[in-house]
């Protein structure tokens, strides 16, 4: 049984359409990620499902049962919120058993429950402090600890970690996903961060104005991208783009003729390429070096290549220096053409023919 569903989900407030005709689904034990840009509508889509935010239309359901109608209190589900929202007067005990409390379950239950969820999170410790005797990532701790131990079957997450710095980011990342996988709950998990989407999420919602613009999983959306959109969201850094002028010989790039790949119908395109698939050659499609960024494991290259640029990711330092000129090469497996108009992926990538 499917842990949630979403069908023609729609949400306007007046002219303005926040959500648009949005359906998906999860799996009863499904970690899935509402990815997308301030603004594309996935935190509406998040408060749609837990029932803060009334659909204009379309419905939902959790665990085969129709909860569109239901106020939030009866769709059995917990959300974490980006803000962590915990009583200030109260500690960190009285904060994560406050849903039960309230609810009327027997203290005795109440008790069981916490030592679960405190052992979970690492938070046996601070039970008797307050929110302000805290630091951030502690502060999360029992903001997650608080959701779970309702024991839900689906837990919504908004940006639970947009507040904290990188380090504690990358700790909470692993730590939900363990979580999550211990308990075997499905979690719908909202952000903008792409890093987190793909490392944590078994499947991804990519979101764009509204709509579903893309859903798979991590591999497909970075593998197969279906539009421009897509392929520039994902990967860091995001997939260069590059305008093929046509000539006789199919289309051109960097002032290098290129034979069309198979199957594909005359037209405008443009072509994709990763920026860790483009290696430095003897020969291939020249470009002069702008700038080079060195992070230690790898190296950012900016490249110009005609008019347009490029990026080029290489494991340790590049070979190369700023203003150099080089010429750069590509896999033909790497390539991923899109419609210019549309920006929609084209087939016919088989047997491109990549700069060599």
């Known amino acids: 049984m499917s842990g949630i569903s979403v069908r023609n989900l729609v ?26 840009p301030s603004g594309c509508g996935k935190s509406t889509t998040l408060r749609l ?40 007067h109260m500690t960190v005990a009285e904060n994560i058993v406050f849903g039960l409390s309230v609810r009327g379950t027997p203290k005795a239950e109440r008790q069981q429950r916490l030592r679960k969820i405190v052992d979970l999170l690492g938070l046996s410790a601070l039970l008797d402090r307050r929110p302000s005797q805290l630091s951030g990532g502690q502060q999360q701790r029992v903001a997650l600890g ?9 837990c919504l997450l908004d940006e639970p970690l947009s507040n904290l710095d990188a380090k504690l980011r990358a700790e909470m990342r692993n730590e939900i996903r363990t979580l999550q996988r211990r308990l075997r709950i499905a979690m719908v998990f909202v952000t903008h961060d792409q890093t987190e989407a793909m490392s944590m999420a078994d499947r991804i919602i990519l979101m764009r104005e509204g709509r579903v613009e893309q859903s798979g999983t991590p591999t497909e959306l970075y593998e197969e991208p279906v539009s421009t959109f897509a392929a520039r ?4 850094p995001p997939m260069n783009i590059l305008d093929l002028s046509p000539s006789d010989a199919g ?40 700038s080079i960024e060195y992070f230690g494991a790898d190296t950012i290259t900016a490249c110009q290549v005609g008019n347009q640029r490029l990026l080029v990711r290489t494991p340790g330092r590049a070979p190369c ?36």
């Open 146 to 154: 608080r959701a779970l131990i309702a024991e839900t079957p689906v």
């Open 11 to 36: 949400k306007r407030w007046g002219s303005v359409c926040a959500v648009d005709d949005v359906s998906f689904e999860t799996g009863s034990c499904e970690f899935v990620a509402l990815l997308g």
């Open 233 to 236: 969201f994902i990967g860091t």
């Open 49 to 88: 499902i837990a029932g803060l935010e009334q659909a204009t239309s379309g419905t939902v359901s959790i665990a085969g049962r129709d909860v569109t109608s239901l106020p939030s209190s009866q769709r059995n589900l917990s959300m974490v919120f980006q803000s962590y929202a915990l009583f200030p």
């Open 251 to 290: 289309f051109v790039v960097g002032g290098i003729a290129q034979a069309p790949p198979d199957g594909l119908p005359p037209g405008r395109y443009q072509l994709g390429v990763r920026p860790e698939h483009i290696r430095f050659s003897d020969r291939g499609v020249p470009a002069r070096v702008e």
């Open 321 to 356: 220096a700023a203003d150099d000129t080089v010429f750069l090469s590509w896999p033909e497996s790497a390539q991923h053409f899109f419609d210019e108009g549309s920006g929609l992926r084209c087939t016919g990538r088989e047997g491109a023919k990549a700069p060599s």
